[in-house]
Structure formats: structure tokens, C-alpha cells
């Protein structure tokens, strides 16, 4: 009874974590370039009453065994980089990734970190920066006096000067991939950095050979929340822990039991 009371102890304390980590989920549904996370978890050790495969004679062995389970433990949670749906604006320096890739951009204290938020705006400089003034790398500067901004799928940024017809060239936007996107440390602000689970980042031309999207002007890409799988997921957690309460209950009253036996 004592590893029940521990054991469903452990199972309501994952819930609860799948519960937050459900409840970040939906309070993200709306932030552009948000990614969701999947919560997992593993089983605890065991103890082995009848180890299995034990002798049980001369020539034979034990072929289940008997282990009891301590419970479980979050272990993870993955995050899920699928495509978010792309919304239309008229600001020409929102971009989305179609495909793979993250944006470069730097911190104040210099670090590069990444993201697949693409609302970006010009600074006093006419840098292009996010909405945090971090700015977008390689550096793209467009001119106070460009009339038409214009960005291509292989991140070319052009522009055009009052009373010229040819477009001139700012520079050219480059995406960041990595082997191993879900071990990427999230920052908060919609960053990420690498870690040693991530990999090195792999810089390249969008819609190059390195596997990378291409690049889309005039939208926003959406977080990936499934607001109705939220919420069954959600149900679920609930009833689990529901479940992992009434053991507790349970094994309390059959204590209760053996405490009022009467000789």
C-alpha cells in the first residue's frame, strides 16, 4: 500500500506538469512563430519481487517474474516544429519560412540566437530588427528614401529610389538549420540557441541545397497549437489525475482498515 500511495503520488505530480505545459501551449495559440511542446514521460525504477528468468528448479526458469513499479517522472517535452498556418499582412518586411530554417538574429549582448518569427520592422538606422530591436543577421539596411521594398524567395532584399526604375540590391537574408531542432534551448520572445543536443547551426541560402524553405513577403506564420487538441489533451490530464487521486484515496481508507482491526 505504501508504493501505491508513492506511486500514484508520482502520477499525479506528472500531470500536473502536463497540465502547465498544456496551459503554455494555449496561452501561446496566438504568437506568431510559436512552436507547441509535447510532454513525455517515463516509468520510475522497479522493484523486483521474482526477478524473471529466475531458477525455479533444475531445469527450468521463471518466465514472468514479479516487479512492482514506483511510479512515474516527466522526461521531456519535445518540441514540435510542424509548418503553422500563414497569415496575410501589408507590412513588407513581415516574412514567413516555407520549409525548414530559422531566422538569424542578434542579442544585445552579441549572442546570435534563432527564430521563426518573422515580424520584422526597421530601427532609426533603417536596420531590420525584431519587434525587441534585435537585429536581423546578415545585416539588412534599407535607405529612409526607399519607395518599394522588395523581398525574394532566396531572401534577396531590393529596393527602389524616387524617380529610378532599376531596383538595387541590400543584401540577402540567410537561414539557419539544424540536425537536431528539437534540442534547441528556448529563451522566451519566440528564441532559441543551440545546445549540444541541437548541433551546430547549418547557415545557407533559402531554398538552397541545404534543405531550407523559401521565403514568403507579406505574412506571418502562425503558432502550430491545435486549440481542440489542447483540450483533449487537456481532458485527459485531468481524468489522469483524477485517477492517480482516488489510489490515494484508496490506499488511505484500506489503511484505515488495518488501523481499526480488533483482536
Do not use: C, H, W
Amino acid at each position: 500500500m505504501i508504493r501505491a500511495l508513492y506511486s500514484a503520488a508520482s502520477g499525479m505530480s506528472a500531470q500536473q506538469t502536463n497540465v502547465d505545459n498544456i496551459a503554455n501551449n494555449l496561452a501561446n495559440a496566438n504568437t506568431a512563430g510559436f512552436k507547441t511542446r509535447r510532454a513525455q514521460f517515463q516509468d520510475l525504477m522497479y522493484q523486483s519481487v521474482l526477478q524473471p528468468g529466475a531458477a525455479a528448479g533444475q531445469q527450468t526458469v521463471v518466465p514472468a517474474g514479479l516487479q512492482l513499479g514506483l511510479g512515474t517522472r516527466p522526461a521531456s517535452n519535445e518540441i514540435i516544429f510542424t509548418q503553422g498556418n500563414f497569415s496575410q499582412t501589408q507590412n513588407p518586411l513581415d516574412l514567413v519560412i516555407q520549409g525548414q530554417g530559422f531566422f538569424q538574429v542578434q542579442l544585445p549582448t552579441g549572442q546570435i540566437a534563432y527564430t521563426r518569427n518573422g515580424q520584422f520592422q526597421l530601427d532609426r538606422n533603417g536596420n531590420m530588427v525584431t519587434s525587441d530591436g534585435n537585429l536581423l543577421q546578415p545585416q539588412i539596411t534599407i535607405p529612409p528614401s526607399a519607395q518599394q521594398i522588395t523581398i525574394a524567395e532566396d531572401g534577396t532584399v531590393t529596393y527602389t529610389q524616387p524617380g529610378q526604375t532599376a531596383s538595387q540590391q541590400a543584401g540577402q537574408i540567410q537561414l539557419v538549420s539544424f540536425q537536431n531542432p528539437a534540442g534547441l534551448n528556448s529563451m522566451g520572445d519566440s528564441l532559441y540557441t543551440p545546445t549540444d543536443a541541437s548541433g551546430d547551426p547549418i547557415v545557407g541560402v533559402p531554398g538552397g541545397q541545404e534543405g531550407l524553405g523559401s521565403i514568403l513577403q507579406g505574412y506571418t506564420e502562425q503558432s502550430n497549437v491545435s486549440v481542440v487538441q489542447e483540450f483533449i489533451n487537456l481532458i485527459v490530464a485531468q481524468r489522469a489525475y483524477e485517477a492517480n487521486s482516488k489510489v490515494v484515496q484508496a490506499a488511505d481508507q484500506m489503511y484505515q482498515n488495518v488501523n481499526n482491526l480488533k483482536q
